[in-house]
């Protein structure tokens, strides 16, 4: 069974070694309605991944970015999920035993350097296990 990809356009900015450098255009959702301008919701954002490519490419190529769609939830998880219910697991035990809501923020907000910390010294592990990789789009159709 083949896993889904979560895809992106770009274009290659540089080449380092095995790393292909590509500038992706992310938008949210609403940068496509017809009434953006009028609206400050609309955002747009240049982001530069670092992947790895197969084909021969260039700078100044255009290529497709892919990643598994099970990894996205993964990061969603280290990102998002586990920092939140360290925050709430912390700030409702901190104040249950304080009383104090000024000291169960506090607490909780710095419960989270340590977490944020081990996953600066995890960085090669993430980067091993979150890979992108990138295609030229000529050879979409092969």
Not at 94 to 107: K, P, W
Not at 126 to 133: E, N
């Amino acid at each position: 069974m083949s896993q889904s990809k979560v895809t992106h356009c770009g274009t290659v900015v540089r080449i380092e070694g095995d790393s292909v450098f590509v500038k992706m255009e992310v938008k949210s959702a609403c940068s496509e309605c017809h009434a953006k301008g009028l609206c400050s919701a609309a955002d747009m954002a240049e982001k530069i991944v670092e992947t790895t490519s197969a084909d021969s490419v260039k700078p100044g190529d255009a290529v497709i970015v892919e990643m598994d769609e099970g990894l996205g939830f993964k990061a969603v998880m280290f990102a998002f999920f586990i920092p939140f219910v360290i925050l709430a697991a912390v700030l409702f035990g901190t104040y249950y035993f304080t009383g104090s809501e000024t000291a169960a923020a506090l607490v909780s907000l710095l419960a989270l350097v340590p977490y944020y910390l081990s996953l600066i010294l995890f960085k090669r592990y993430f980067r091993k296990k979150f890979v992108f990789t990138c295609r030229k789009i000529s050879n979409i159709s092969q």
